[in-house]
């Protein structure tokens, strides 16, 4: 079935400095590719996506690269503030929808 | 335009129980998502609702059902309740089927006791 593995599970930075988390996914028909944040006591929120015909797009303090090759994309986010620190899910599949097991980023001032 | 709305936010039942919970997806939004979220088992898709039939399911017991209204509203319940059901139900609703932007609702905390 699909799978799609995110890494890390939990990731502590210094503010200001930069994050990056990684999603491996087991469909290669998948085509898009978002990020979620959810903070604490609310649902999910789109923060970037990417579909498979673009290796990288950006916006602000976040940036999104794909890599259909090897079947990962990864999130990065630069200059790290404390608003960053929330838990961030991948989201891949190509029939079914599946999340990332997440990944809890606590930024330090 | 008004968000994802879930009610109601927080449900405290026991064991055997059954309870049915609701989402009004964003305004011309027609297909609504259901998800279950755990410490454990994180985010995992329940079903998805498209134009009143259920177009994809997750891997769960049949106890585990909904539908969805010709307004795009769902429901979502979940018979004969057991401990393992405590969770936080998420829905989100997206215009079309599929692969498009979901927009979560804040989500409807479970407990079962």
């Known amino acids: 079935g699909e799978n799609v593995e995110q890494h890390p599970s939990t990731l502590s930075v210094q503010e200001g400095d930069s994050a990056v988390i990684k999603c491996t996914y087991s469909?290669?028909?998948?085509?898009?590719f978002p990020w979620y944040k959810q903070e604490l006591g609310k649902g999910p929120q789109l923060i970037i996506d990417?579909?498979?015909?673009?290796g990288e797009k950006k916006d602000q303090r976040i940036a999104v690269t794909l890599n259909k090759t090897a079947k990962h994309f990864s999130l990065h986010i630069t200059e790290t503030q404390p608003e960053d620190s929330a838990v961030y899910f991948c989201?891949?599949?190509?029939?079914?929808?599946?999340f990332g097991q997440g990944t809890r980023l606590t930024i330090n001032p | 335009k008004a968000g994802v709305t879930q009610t109601p936010r927080y449900l405290i039942k026991t064991r055997g129980q059954q309870v049915t919970l609701s989402c009004s997806p964003i305004?011309?939004?027609?297909?609504v998502s259901w998800y279950q979220q755990t410490p454990g088992q994180g985010l995992q898709f329940l079903f998805e609702?498209?134009?009143?039939?259920?177009?994809n399911k997750g891997n769960f017991p049949g106890r585990f059902s909904g539908r969805q209204f010709s307004n795009s509203r769902s429901e979502m319940n979940v018979s004969t309740l057991e401990l393992g059901d405590s969770a936080l139900y998420l829905c989100?609703?997206?215009?079309?089927?599929?692969?498009?932007?979901?927009?979560f609702g804040a989500g409807t905390r479970l407990s079962v006791l």
């Open positions: 989100a609703s997206s215009l079309d089927r599929g692969r498009g932007i979901q927009y």
């Open positions: 469909d290669s028909a998948s085509n898009y």
């Open positions: 990417i579909r498979s015909n673009v």
């Open positions: 989201l891949g599949g190509a029939q079914k929808l599946v």
């Open positions: 305004s011309g939004h027609r297909s």
């Open positions: 609702y498209f134009s009143e039939t259920q177009r």
